[in-house]
């Protein structure tokens, strides 16, 4: 059952746990992206959560109330970005990647004197006797929740976005501005809340990798994270489960790489360690050469700012 | 001829004098100035130098200034940081990473009045660059100790920083000791390319438990690897890495290497408080107490804890070198002959695996 001294079992279950943050995060961002805003603050959302989460987690005992206040953390720093683009009409793109420093640096701040601390620690969701079914066991049963929850949520993302009347607005909202305002709807406020709703996802993503992933605090925790989830949403042509695909992909090839050192592998470390960066670059090229699929499922009002009076 | 002979000693005496002189002058108030490669709150290797920091703020009070630096990259940024604490008036600058080598001397040649001191390098370009570094590998050897007779599935696995010579010794020293006490013994050697990145010890650390490691030493900074240990429950276990992190005590962390820089900082402050201090390379293990063992604790059997401290107690007493042929490097040819000893200038340039462990070191 090995390949080149690798448990594929082993592989799937490690690799659907070391994609949970950029899948909440890219799924967030997808939202967000489908009402037509560009926020490139992933990575400043995300460690926000991170550190929200684990001091709320220190301070509560509970690891729920930590992803809650993870949630709310990243929101929090989703609705500056929602008042500067929506309110003040600012650049997106600037606004977005001034988050992400903002981000980092005030993480850095709040997170001074939780250094070295052990969150409370959040534990399979699964009674051991299912865990210890062969193959199905340790790839469907053991995990904690919020693999169960993340899963959860691209399955909701894509009915509401497919079925529902405010899936249906949302992409009115993305797609032509003016016509969904002409309509009636208020366009600054549904996509108020689609950056909200981007925020709380990016932030749970954090709340995982400081709580369950790591699990400390430490300045700078998400290492890129939230780049790789922005990426994984145009790889997904802002699709929900092929989001589900990408992250999975890109989380597999992380712990592919260091299990194939671990096992002891020919292949010189430096090739391994750029390899998920690599396939990611590679993903991108194909998916846009195929000139206008991919491109044309971008929401046609991505990145544009709406004032009522223009 | 005498006349010349004369005026050579009198020059002589006289510079003896005047630096006999410049050194008894010492100084009343030293600001000791320190440069940290991660976050004081790393619980390992940073935390510890920052230990020896506050042990000189402590045994001198009012006569020294501690002044430090968090989380400075290696590099260029490392330069700009010590050029604003040299201008910032820092007598005496401890740099406490590998990677701060050649910034440290760079900046040493533009600064002769201030004292530099480089941990774990070998450079010293100019009269004011000292080194010192501690034989961590004689605490490795301990660990191999324990590891080798610990282990349940005969893989142990090791995570590895950078492959500079201070990391392969850990590696080998390791090795060589759980081989020693079980021949069947493998290691995996995972490199993170980090010395701190909590993220990554901790994937590296599931790779190695996928793959069957029930043993793992780190040699990266960060409590990450005995956290991701823990999640085993009881099934892996691990060691403290330069600072105890007893958090982690009973288990997984059943022993620790201890880096004790307190001792060393509070003498050459203290040297440069009273002239004595002069350009210095030291290099003290576990017999001059730089390196400390952390209590091994009861997750081991009575006799693994006895042979684990008797490794400890030979090396400190000099009876036991870790470093003992025969020894063959990985490609089948000689390092050390029966019973001769590894020189530290090959400890300090070493580039090898040693026979037995397999995988190819990163260029």
């Known amino acids: ?310 | 001829m005498l006349r010349r002979t004369l005026l050579a000693t009198a020059a002589a005496g006289l510079g003896l004098m005047t630096a006999g002189g410049a050194m008894a002058a010492g100084m009343d108030k030293v600001k000791a100035c320190f440069v940290y490669v991660g976050p004081i709150g790393d619980g390992g290797w940073t935390y510890q130098h920052h230990q020896g920091a506050l042990a000189v703020q402590e045994a001198y009070g009012d006569k020294v200034e501690i002044q430090y630096q968090e989380s400075v990259p290696e590099g260029a940024d490392a330069e700009r940081v010590l050029t604003q604490m040299a201008l910032g008036g820092c007598n005496i600058i401890f740099t406490t990473s590998f990677g701060y080598m050649d910034p440290t001397n760079a900046v040493a040649a533009k600064f002769p009045d201030v004292k530099f001191e480089h941990a774990t390098g070998f450079k010293r370009e100019h009269p004011n660059v000292s080194t010192y570094n501690a034989r961590f590998y004689e605490g490795r050897a301990v660990q191999g100790t324990i590891a080798g007779m610990m282990t349940k599935s005969n893989k142990i696995g090791y995570i590895g920083s950078f492959p500079i010579p201070e990391v392969m010794n850990g590696i080998n020293a390791y090795y060589l000791a759980a081989k020693k006490v079980n021949p069947n013994v493998e290691l995996s050697v995972v490199w993170a390319f980090t010395w701190f990145d909590p993220a990554k010890e901790a994937d590296s650390a599931k790779a190695l438990i996928d793959q069957g490691v029930d043993v793992i030493a780190a040699h990266t900074d960060s409590t990450a690897p005995l956290a991701e240990a823990a999640k085993a429950g009881g099934a892996v276990i691990g060691f403290g890495q330069a600072s105890d992190m007893e958090a982690y005590k009973p288990s997984p962390r059943v022993s620790s290497i201890i880096d004790n820089w307190a001792p060393y900082y509070v003498e050459r402050v203290g040297a440069l408080l009273d002239g004595t201090y002069e350009q210095s390379d030291v290099w003290a293990g576990i017999a001059g107490g730089e390196v400390l063992i952390g209590d091994i604790t009861d997750a081991v059997p009575a006799e693994v804890k006895a042979a684990a401290e008797k490794v400890r107690d030979d090396i400190a007493a000099g009876t036991l070198h870790p470093f003992t042929g025969p020894i063959k490097k990985q490609d089948g040819s000689d390092w050390l002959a029966e019973g001769a000893t590894a020189p530290d200038g090959d400890l300090l340039g070493m580039n090898f695996y040693v026979e037995g462990i397999t995988g190819d070191i990163p260029k």
Not at chain 1, 111 to 127: C, D, E, H, R, V
Not at chain 1, 238 to 250: D, M, N, S, T
Request: net charge positive; proline share 4%.
């Open chain 1, 1 to 310: 059952m090995d390949f080149g001294g690798i448990n594929p079992v082993i592989l799937i279950a490690s690799l659907m746990v070391a994609s949970v943050p950029i899948l909440l995060a890219a799924l967030g961002e997808l939202v967000t992206e489908k009402a037509g805003v560009l926020n490139l603050g992933v990575e400043g959302m995300m460690i926000m959560g991170a550190i929200c989460g684990f001091i709320t987690a220190v301070h509560s005992g509970s690891p729920v109330a930590g992803f809650v206040g993870g949630a709310l953390g990243g929101a929090a720093l989703s609705l500056v970005f929602a008042f500067v683009t929506q309110v003040l009409l600012a650049n997106q793109v600037a606004t977005g990647l001034a988050l992400t420093l903002f981000g980092l640096g005030l993480s850095s701040l709040m997170g001074q004197n939780y250094n070295g601390i052990k969150p409370p620690l959040t534990g399979a969701l699964l009674p051991a006797t299912l865990r210890e079914i062969p193959v199905v066991g340790p790839i469907v049963f053991g995990h904690d929740w919020m693999v169960y929850l993340s899963i959860l949520v691209v399955a909701a993302v894509w009915w509401v976005l497919k079925a529902t009347r405010l899936g249906l607005i949302l992409r009115a909202v993305g797609e032509s501005h003016e016509a969904a305002h002409a309509l009636g709807y208020r366009v600054r406020l549904i996509r108020l809340g689609a950056i909200a709703f981007g925020g709380a996802l990016a932030g749970l993503g954090g709340a995982y990798i400081s709580l369950v992933r790591v699990p400390q605090w430490v300045d700078g925790i998400t290492a890129g994270a939230g780049w790789i989830a922005l990426a994984i949403v145009v790889f997904a042509s802002w699709k929900p489960w092929r989001a589900l695909i990408g992250a999975y992909l890109f989380g597999g090839i992380t712990v592919l790489q260091l299990n194939l050192q671990a096992a002891g592998s020919r292949i010189p470390v430096e090739y391994l360690s750029m390899s998920p960066y690599l396939v990611t670059i590679l993903v991108l090229v194909i998916m846009s050469s195929g000139r206008g699929r991919a491109a044309l499922n971008a929401p046609a009002a991505l990145g544009q700012n709406f004032h009522a009076t223009r």
